[in-house]
């Protein structure tokens, strides 16, 4: 209780996830037969073959998987992912009917609109450090163990779901659900990102000194400098290594070029930064 009185804002955007998730897989997915991923995919399939809503089977299937996974994550992780899982089980149910307010015909349509807004959902929860339980603790797991994204993990895992699903639905409806769970994957990752991502920047450059001040003073980032040594010249110089984000790579860029316009650049894109002067990552 003390850990949740300590995250009472992160606990609401979690709740307010889950409640995002279960209204897109209520009025996007269910009305046509679509699938969801993970636990809540293979709740939704045992509710098209008995009617029962899939809040009660996420919460069944879901307690073996705590129990095993809880070793492999962080206490304060799992207490989030239990209130992750246990209030999208029952805005599932609370939802169910959602769809007789507003049902979208065209089952193309329908799936997009079910993957962006249940990966805008999951990516709350996920951007908040807590997951919906089931295969997103397999998902975090595999993350933390081998550095894979999120939305990667998933959609492998979904892939297996959908496969499954065939057998209920069509391959139509497999289609279908497999875009839908595309969508929901990158939105997801966008979430947890960013869609400022930052990028690494090297420069090599007989500027250096020039090229540092200017980068400190017009775009307020610190760099580091990276000690090289021409192959050719034998000539020593400093690499400057730093990060920036999107917006702040096209300003670097006419920088560097005023100075130095001989200078060599290079711009990677990083998978997530973390450490001082930078956000928190959310695993």
Known sequence: MELIKRNYTRVGFILLGSLVYSIGVNVFLIPHKLLSGGVAGISILIQY???I???YFVILLNIPIFIIGIKAIDKEFGIMSF????????????????????TMNDPLLSCL???IITGVGSGIIFKNRASEGGTDIISVILKKKYGMSIGSISFIINTLVVTLGT???SLEIAVYTLISMYIKSKVI????????????VIVITKKSDKIKEAIHEKLGRGVTYLYGEGTYTGDKKNVIYCILTAKQISEAKKLISEIDDT??????????VQGKGFKEVAF
């Open 49 to 51: 073959i008995t009617g």
């Open 53 to 55: 809503s899939s809040g």
């Open 83 to 102: 209130i992750g899982m246990s209030s999208m089980s029952i805005f599932l149910i609370l939802t169910k009917n959602f769809h007789s307010f507003y």
């Open 113 to 115: 609109c079910g993957g």
């Open 167 to 169: 057998f209920v639905g």
């Open 189 to 200: 990752d966008k979430a947890i990102e960013g869609f400022d991502k930052e990028s690494a």
């Open 263 to 272: 200078a060599v650049v290079s711009i990677i894109e990083t998978t997530e």
